[in-house]
């Protein structure tokens, strides 16, 4: 700045950029602002991107409290009504009510914003879902205690990717869950993850009237780790073929309203009465289908296991010969 012979005019209303804030517990909404233009003095009304109020209090990079602020100055100020974003622009304004009126214009379309966002963002996922074989996607709102947390913990969770089910972040913001959050959380379907911040029992009664889930956390690999872990419950489930057992035909018989019952040896595993079958012949699978009974002797049983001879016959099929090997197997669930 010296080098380069850097000038700002002192003698205006200041404006400038934050550089962090955060939600104090004892001191509430707290903001970290660049003076860039102009003079800040203690007592001035400020618009800070959707947040509004009257400096209560500045302090400069020591910490020693101060009443104005010049240009290329960082300050810590108090008074604002909500906390605001990192990066977002500050300006002085003359009046409270001023900064008030302005304030609320741009979060009004603030959140007319967030809105055609969602419901342009379910138009998308419709095509998306076509064209993506049914992509899933998990909503999530974020609320932290810094600007910091809440960045990282949106980029973390965006990153995240469990084969057909992904995470669409769409608001991440600091300060504690506000009814605004509940209601678009309700209509976007989403989860609100809060973290370092505990909602009032009134929110915690609207989220549960709304039916919205709010999940707190203070560790940012336990909230990415159990979000991965509801990615993967909405896989769907994949099968996996197991053999069980098999069994070889040492006798066929004929019922005229049964069929070929098959006098079998069960020599490895376990024969279960809803299992699958093929038939197999020479090493050939002839028949792949259904078990349509299991005897012993003359009894309906659930399983025989090995070394023991049973009655066996297969759903819609009869060309059954002595010397013919039945593999059993079934599907069974296996975790993605």
């Given at each position: 700045?010296?080098?380069?012979?850097?000038?700002?005019?002192?003698?205006?209303?200041?404006?400038?950029?934050?550089?962090?804030?955060?939600?104090?517990?004892?001191?509430?909404?707290?903001?970290?602002?660049?003076?860039?233009?102009?003079?800040?003095?203690?007592?001035?009304?400020?618009?800070?991107?959707?947040?509004?109020?009257?400096?209560?209090?500045?302090?400069?990079?020591?910490?020693?409290?101060?009443?104005?602020?010049?240009?290329?100055?960082?300050?810590?100020?108090?008074?604002?009504?909500?906390?605001?974003?990192?990066?977002?622009?500050?300006?002085?304004?003359?009046?409270?009510?001023?900064?008030?009126?302005?304030?609320?214009?741009?979060?009004?379309?603030?959140?007319?914003?967030?809105?055609?966002?969602?419901?342009?963002?379910?138009?998308?996922?419709?095509?998306?879902?076509?064209?993506?074989?049914?992509?899933?996607?998990?909503?999530?709102?974020?609320?932290?205690?810094?600007?910091?947390?809440?960045?990282?913990?949106?980029?973390?969770?965006?990153?995240?990717?469990?084969?057909?089910?992904?995470?669409?972040?769409?608001?991440?913001?600091?300060?504690?869950?506000?009814?605004?959050?509940?209601?678009?959380?309700?209509?976007?379907?989403?989860?609100?993850?809060?973290?370092?911040?505990?909602?009032?029992?009134?929110?915690?009664?609207?989220?549960?009237?709304?039916?919205?889930?709010?999940?707190?956390?203070?560790?940012?690999?336990?909230?990415?780790?159990?979000?991965?872990?509801?990615m993967k419950g909405m896989l769907a489930p994949?099968?996996?073929?197991?053999?069980?057992?098999?069994?070889?035909?040492?006798?066929?018989?004929?019922?005229?309203?049964?069929?070929?019952?098959?006098?079998?040896?069960?020599?490895?595993?376990?024969?279960?009465?809803?299992?699958?079958?093929?038939?197999?012949?020479?090493?050939?699978?002839?028949?792949?289908?259904?078990?349509?009974?299991?005897?012993?002797?003359?009894?309906?049983?659930?399983?025989?296991?090995?070394?023991?001879?049973?009655?066996?016959?297969?759903?819609?099929?009869?060309?059954?010969?002595?010397?013919?090997?039945?593999?059993?197997?079934?599907?069974?669930?296996?975790?993605?």
């Amino acid at each position: 700045a010296d080098i380069k012979e850097l000038k700002a005019n002192p003698n205006t209303n200041a404006s400038g950029t934050v550089i962090e804030a955060k939600l104090d517990k004892g001191r509430g909404p707290v903001a970290t602002l660049l003076v860039q233009r102009g003079t800040l003095h203690a007592g001035d009304s400020v618009v800070v991107g959707t947040a509004y109020g009257r400096i209560r209090k500045m302090t400069n990079d020591k910490g020693k409290e101060i009443k104005e602020a010049g240009p290329s100055m960082p300050v810590e100020i108090i008074g604002l009504n909500e906390v605001p974003r990192a990066s977002d622009v500050f300006m002085a304004y003359d009046t409270y009510k001023q900064a008030q009126s302005i304030a609320q214009t741009r979060e009004e379309k603030q959140i007319e914003k967030e809105r055609n966002a969602s419901s342009a963002m379910s138009l998308e996922d419709l095509a998306r879902k076509i064209s993506e074989e049914d992509m899933k996607e998990i909503n999530v709102i974020i609320k932290a205690d810094v600007q910091g947390s809440a960045e990282a913990l949106a980029a973390s969770m965006e990153k995240l990717e469990v084969d057909t089910v992904k995470v669409n972040v769409i608001r991440s913001t600091v300060g504690t869950i506000s009814e605004s959050d509940i209601m678009l959380a309700s209509a976007s379907n989403a989860i609100i993850y809060g973290f370092n911040i505990r909602p009032t029992a009134a929110i915690r009664k609207k989220a549960e009237e709304e039916g919205v889930e709010i999940r707190l956390h203070n560790i940012i690999y336990k909230a990415l780790e159990e979000l991965e872990g509801a990615m993967k419950g909405m896989l769907a489930p994949v099968y996996e073929e197991v053999v069980i057992g098999q069994a070889e035909v040492r006798e066929t018989y004929r019922a005229s309203k049964v069929g070929t019952i098959a006098g079998c040896k069960v020599t490895d595993g376990v024969a279960k009465r809803d299992a699958k079958v093929r038939l197999i012949r020479d090493g050939i699978v002839i028949y792949d289908g259904k078990l349509g009974s299991l005897q012993r002797f003359k009894d309906a049983v659930k399983e025989v296991q090995t070394g023991y001879e049973c009655g066996m016959t297969i759903e819609n099929f009869n060309d059954i010969k002595v010397g013919d090997i039945l593999e059993l197997y079934e599907d069974q669930e296996v975790e993605q």
